[in-house]
């Protein structure tokens, strides 16, 4: 295996450009091809990233023998149908989230890269902030205590144009939800990751302020399979956002996780902030994406499983089909 990759992206909306600006500071990855259905942007977004391969069909750009793995930034529903063609084409697959938007698909897409003997990435980048990583290490030393209660709050701003300019959010056909599916996905991923898996949830979910089909709005309430207690409040209808939040409750202390900042308060009423001052919001998650690209990368020239495998992206998704199922009216099993 060469030590430095080829890599083609497929879609160009606005996490690809993340994505290939990220690969453009790594020194063991390159891109070599660019997909979109819209063969004039896909030209645009090679011309600006310096991606020699263009196309407007996904199967000629996973056709291309140089190619070692793709990177799938597509509107939801179409995640398991390009990720299934790409492994059938021996393609390792880093997949955007959510996995999928149903648990079929994600399985097949698990199960087939399994089968194939190839690698299969969930871009949880979030997983290798600094904050996320801060506060694993204060949960798993026991620092906290008896871990009690977590809380989720997503609290963001997305205007019309964001829904109208591209057609496929706010469908349940595409975009599969919303706020939930879309939006505080990656809390709950972090959750996930920090205190394990979870047991049972209840949820309500609507839409009360954006012209859309799916939900702007969403509650829950839920048990790991630890005991541990949670709730969650997301929406993307205010107009006075707040960084997304992650509060932790344990008998010896807490902890908030706000992307590049993780705060410890003590028992005793003390606190100490963990931030990594050199970075800007921007270098923060520059830094994230390079780091998960990067990692998957290594996975595939030392012949083993990313750091974020797919199996990982069924975990949250599942947790939110609970929410969907429940409507308010039953506790889902997870």
Known sequence: MRKRL?????????????????????????????????????????EIYDIPFVTDDYKHLIERKCIDFVIVSLPHALHCEVTLAALESDKHVLVEKPLATNLADGNKMVNLAKEKGLNLGIYYQNRFNESTIKAKEIIDAGILGILMQANISVFLKRDPPYYKDNSWRGTWKLEGGSALINQAVHEIDLLMYLLGDIERVTGFYGTRFQNIETEDTACAAFKFQNGVFGTLQCTTAVKTPFPPTINIFGTEG?????????KHIKADGKSQTFK??????????????????????????EHKAPAVPGKEGLKALEFILGIYKSKGKSVVKL
């Not at 807490?254 to 993780?262: C, D, E």
């Not at 990594?276 to 998957?296: P, V």
């Open 6 to 46: 080829k890599a083609g992206i497929i879609g160009t909306g606005w996490s690809a450009n993340n994505i290939a600006k990220a690969i453009n500071w790594l020194k063991n990855v390159e891109l070599e091809g660019v997909c979109n259905h819209k063969i004039t942007t896909a030209v645009k977004f090679g």
């Open 254 to 262: 807490a902890i908030q996780i706000q992307k590049s900042l993780v």
């Open 276 to 301: 990594n001052l050199d970075f800007n919001l921007r270098d923060i998650k520059t830094a994230a994406h390079k780091s998960i690209i990067s990692d998957f990368v290594t996975s595939i020239i």
